[in-house]
């Protein structure tokens, strides 16, 4: 029996028909939807490539029960630039290379908005280097990645005071 | 901008290349825009599961099919009782890069994990319960599991095609005047690939054309692979691979799955798409297998070492022959007056290992760094002296020169950034805390192997260039450095170049490997430009109404997409404006990028690792606190992409060194650890201040661009940096990598 699932993805609202209600929040975005920025790394919350933001945390959308999220707004790395425009945490991957094939990336990038919006890490790497660890890279590019949240950072920083 | 090139021949240095470009994909792979195999959906595509075996030897008695065909959803069940034919049976060898896979060809099991049924349904959740509903039942024989478990053979060739065993010099000579003989045995456990993308494939027929978006390492080979299978002209396959999400070596080989979705999709007459389960990674798309390598070294009174003998065992499967190469790492490190390098294999119920990040060279080089460490103590010297005091000033294995060689000036720089001057001979010498603190060092080769690759240049009538040629960017850059190379070949800024590849129409750019891709395929794309110039020149020159007419003698230079005298730099044309005047809308060259000829020089990467650990002295927990490195490794052609990829080396080093591990349960053969928890790769917290050094090298030897390869070279020396500074904090010698913790307690 298909389903109505209520969503608010990057902004908009969306009726999505759910014909199985064994998709994941994951699969939903991927397969239903064709929102495949979001990754599948492992597909049982350890890898991290398929972090989305839900009402503003991270989460794990592989382990998500899509129906279990009815009403939540969603935000996933197709909805942070603005048209041309790059969200800082986007702009800062890409000049400190954060990143080498890519796949761990839009996850990364969500984890890190997070990471700053939760403001536990701030400027001090090691906090960032810890505060990134769920999300694995396999080309290793985390210095790049680190680098890249600090920059962002300062950039957000920079941003809030003017 | 600098010249770029001479008409005449004589390269020199370019304008793009040698920058730190940020990626070209990078707008792309942050925006999510970047598409990866499994992110196609064509219209009505299918989605297929395999089903895996839960043995690891035996046959397949049963599948329950019509219970899994009966399940909403499911469109097909595909066994070896129905499987469409192909026209090799995947266990055939179609050529010397061809491992044997498995396509529902029969019944048997040779490995936990290895496919045993193809679930088609028309959602991947439908497909996934199908899988499960087969519930295999199995006539199952005893597993034969790792080194001691398996059964020993003699392997003819090791790697791809090399002979297992290598004599220098007078072994026996070489010992008698020895005054120390010194024996290291070190065990490297089995090793997944793990690419953060799991292996896709999504296949769509039209007709009798066949289209494939999936990652591969070697574009041009597997349309080949797959046209042999399939008994189809490879002219009717286009393989799309934009994207790889990391390939390490595992994406270079094809696997049965990909045949089957192949068969499937043509069975059914809509587009299939397969992605493997991480679990699903661990057998069918090789692996990296467990070694025991034993090194012999005698060291004469002066601290020379007069003979070295590196043995190596490794497990390779009951079905297949591909064996880690590990002792041929002993070959042009250090000098030595004889050597001796041989190997050895084991039969194990697994799947077939294949080429991973450094193969050979990492658990070999592991293994060398450790003994060579020893070596040191033994003799009172510090490592890095007595490294140096066994500098290879010509390869030991050949007795060639080396194409280049300025590791000297990597150990000092990394040894200077590092402060290694100030390290105790002693072990257990230092501590921060509680902790004790060790440090360790390795020295990094590799060596600069090239492949064949093919590209065009096609100069247009506004003087921007499309290039092309189908290579692979699996991270390491290639969009990028390519991209640099062909725009210094063309003579013109990278900004008015397009650059087209990551698909089979195009020409053939060899494998993505070995690190040689960028400077086999970078010399095919410079040569496509150069060959291009020189037709541009050529109409000019001949061309009265050219201000270069009759320059035919000094040249000419091609730069910022202008040709200029080179006696008169006053004297110019644009590219646009020579072609205006020929009438021509499109000019277009061809390039091969390939080594000529038997090389005579021995060419390797080289560099130099420091690493700093803390032990836990309660919980032999182990922490790098400093990894450092120097490398040279020829002409860098983007120095911010290089850097990634040292570094990345070297983070392999840590896994490779403290953490990556796969683990069989001997009973039953399968995996313990089959997953991204249980199998431990480095994660960011893992990774401490880091920092790779390059080091200038001009190489007129290795190739026309000068260009080394920096892919694989960061893991090896790194891997045995940690051990001895694990050793030089604790005073024990790993004896088998990864160095578990309750080893050091
Ligand atoms: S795909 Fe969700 S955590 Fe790996
Ligand atoms: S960039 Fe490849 S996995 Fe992170």
């Given at each position: 029996m298909t389903q109505i699932l209520k969503l608010t993805i990057n902004g908009t609202s969306q009726d999505i028909p759910i014909d199985?209600?064994?998709?994941t929040l994951l699969d939903v975005l991927?397969?239903?939807?064709?929102?495949?920025?979001t990754k599948k790394g492992?597909?049982?919350?350890?890898?991290?490539?398929?972090t989305v933001l839900i009402d503003g945390r991270r989460i794990n959308s592989c382990l998500a029960?899509?129906?279990?999220?009815?009403g939540a707004e969603i935000t996933t790395?197709?909805?942070?630039?603005?048209g041309d425009l790059l969200h800082p945490v986007q702009a800062a991957f890409i000049e400190a290379d954060g990143?080498?094939?890519?796949?761990c990336t839009p996850g990364q990038i969500m984890s890190a908005v997070a990471l700053i919006a939760e403001g536990?890490?701030?400027?001090?790497p090691e906090r960032v280097r810890e505060g990134m660890s769920g999300n694995l890279c396999r080309c290793a590019a985390y210095a790049g990645i680190t680098e890249a949240v600090l920059k962002a950072t300062r950039a957000m920083n920079r941003e809030d005071a003017a | 901008m600098a010249d770029v090139m001479n008409i005449q021949g004589h390269v020199r240095l370019g304008s793009n290349a040698g920058q730190s470009m940020t990626r070209r994909d990078g707008v792309l792979k942050v925006t999510g825009?970047?598409?990866?195999?499994?992110?196609n959906r064509p219209e009505g595509v299918l989605h297929a599961v395999t089903a895996t075996a839960?043995?690891?030897?035996?046959?397949?008695?049963?599948?329950d099919v019509a219970a899994a065909e009966a399940h909403?959803?499911?469109?097909k069940v595909y066994t070896p009782a129905n499987r469409p034919d192909l026209a090799?049976?995947?266990?055939?060898?179609?050529?010397?890069?061809a491992w044997r896979t498995?396509?529902?060809?029969?019944?048997?099991?040779?490995?936990?994990?290895?496919?045993?049924a193809l679930v088609v349904a028309e959602t991947l959740e439908a497909a996934t319960e199908g899988a499960r509903l087969l519930a295999p039942r199995y006539d199952a024989d005893t597993p034969r599991i790792g080194l001691d478990g398996g059964v020993p053979f003699q392997p003819?060739?090791?790697?791809?095609?090399?002979?297992p065993t290598l004599e220098a010099g007078d072994m026996d000579a070489a010992r008698a005047g020895a005054a120390r003989h010194l024996e290291t045995v070190i065990e490297t456990a089995a090793q997944y690939?793990?690419?953060?993308?799991p292996h896709a494939i999504t296949a769509r027929w039209t007709g009798d054309r066949l289209e494939i978006d999936t990652p591969n390492q070697a574009i041009g080979l597997a349309k080949q692979s797959f046209a042999a299978y399939l008994g189809?002209?490879?002219?009717?396959i286009l393989i799309r691979s934009?994207?790889?999400?990391?390939?390490?070596?595992?994406?270079?080989i094809l696997f049965g799955g990909q045949l089957l979705a192949i068969l499937a999709a043509k069975d059914l007459d809509r587009p299939v798409k397969l992605a493997l389960r991480r679990e699903q990674?661990?057998?069918?798309?090789g692996h990296r297998p467990a070694t025991r390598q034993t090194l012999k070294l005698d060291i004469d009174p002066?601290?020379?070492?007069?003979a070295l003998d590196h043995h190596t065992i490794a497990v390779t499967s009951s079905f297949d022959d591909f064996i880690?190469?590990?002792?041929?790492?002993?070959?042009?490190v250090y000098a030595t007056k004889a050597m001796r390098t041989t190997h050895g294999a084991v039969r194990a119920d697994t799947g077939t290992p294949g080429p991973m990040r450094?193969?050979?060279e990492a658990p070999g080089s592991a293994a060398l760094e450790v003994a060579i460490d020893d070596a040191a103590y033994a003799m009172g010297f510090d490592p890095l002296e007595f490294r140096l005091r066994n500098?290879?000033?010509?390869?030991?294995?050949?007795?060639m020169q080396f194409s280049s060689k300025a590791l000297r000036e990597c150990y000092a720089q990394a040894a200077e950034a590092f402060a290694?001057?100030?390290?105790?001979?002693?072990?257990?010498?230092?501590?921060q805390g509680r902790l004790l603190k060790g440090w360790g060092m390795g020295t990094a080769q590799f060596p600069c192997p090239m492949f064949q690759a093919a590209a065009h240049a096609t100069l247009r009538a506004d003087g921007s260039a499309v290039v092309e040629t189908s290579a692979a960017?699996?991270?390491?850059g290639a969009w990028t450095s390519l991209a640099q190379i062909a725009a210094d070949g063309l003579g013109i800024?990278?900004?008015?170049l397009e650059f087209r590849s990551?698909?089979?129409?195009?020409?053939d750019a060899g494998v993505?490997?070995?690190?040689g891709h960028t400077a086999t395929a970078g010399t095919a794309l410079f040569n496509a430009g150069a060959d291009t110039i020189r037709q541009l020149a050529e109409l000019a020159l001949n061309d009265?109404?050219?201000?270069?007419?009759?320059?035919d003698n000094a040249g000419v230079t091609a730069r910022g997409g202008r040709l200029y005298r080179n006696d008169d730099d006053t004297r110019s044309e644009a590219y646009e404006d020579i072609l205006a005047r020929a009438g021509l809308d499109l000019l277009r060259g061809d390039g091969k990028g390939a080594r000529e000829g038997e090389p005579e020089r021995a060419m390797f990467s080289h560099g130099g690792v420091f690493a700093e650990v803390l032990v836990?002295?309660?919980?032999?927990q182990v922490r790098v606190s400093r990894l450092i490195g120097a490398f040279a490794?020829?002409?860098?052609?983007n120095p911010h992409l290089a850097r990634s990829q040292l570094l990345g080396g070297m983070i392999w080093g840590i896994g490779f060194a403290l953490q990556e591990e796969a683990i069989h349960?001997?009973?039953?053969?399968?995996?313990?650890?089959?997953?991204l928890a249980g199998y431990h790769i480095p994660v960011n917290?893992?990774?401490?201040?880091i920092e790779a050094l390059t080091v200038h090298e001009d190489d007129p030897f290795v190739n026309s661009l000068g260009i080394k390869g920096?892919?694989?070279?960061?893991?090896t020396g790194t891997v045995g940096a940690i051990g001895n500074a694990v050793w030089h904090a604790t005073g024990i010698r790993p004896k088998r990598f990864p160095i578990h913790p309750e080893s050091l307690i």
């Open positions: 199985d209600p064994r998709a991927r397969e239903r939807i064709g929102l495949t920025g492992c597909d049982r919350g350890q890898c991290g490539a398929c029960l899509a129906l279990s999220y009815d790395v197709e909805g942070l630039a603005q990143f080498q094939c890519g796949y536990e890490a701030g400027l001090d | 825009r970047a598409t990866y195999a499994a992110d839960g043995i690891a030897r035996g046959r397949v008695t049963h599948l909403p959803g499911v469109v090799v049976s995947p266990d055939e060898k179609i050529h010397g890069f498995e396509a529902l060809q029969d019944d048997t099991v040779r490995y936990a994990g290895q496919p045993i003819e060739t090791v790697s791809i095609g090399a002979s690939h793990n690419a953060l993308e189809i002209d490879p002219a009717q934009p994207f790889l999400g990391g390939g390490f070596g595992s994406k270079a990674m661990y057998g069918p798309v002066q601290g020379h070492i007069s880690e190469s590990a002792s041929n790492a002993s070959h042009s450094a193969p050979g500098y290879a000033e010509t390869d030991p294995a050949t007795g290694w001057k100030d390290r105790p001979l002693e072990p257990g010498s230092m501590k960017d699996m991270g390491q800024d990278i900004d008015r990551g698909q089979s129409s195009l020409p993505a490997g070995g690190s009265p109404a050219s201000p270069l007419f009759g320059a836990d002295p309660d919980l032999g490794a020829g002409r860098i052609v349960d001997v009973r039953t053969g399968r995996f313990t650890n089959a997953d917290a893992d990774v401490p201040m920096v892919g694989e070279l960061g893991v």
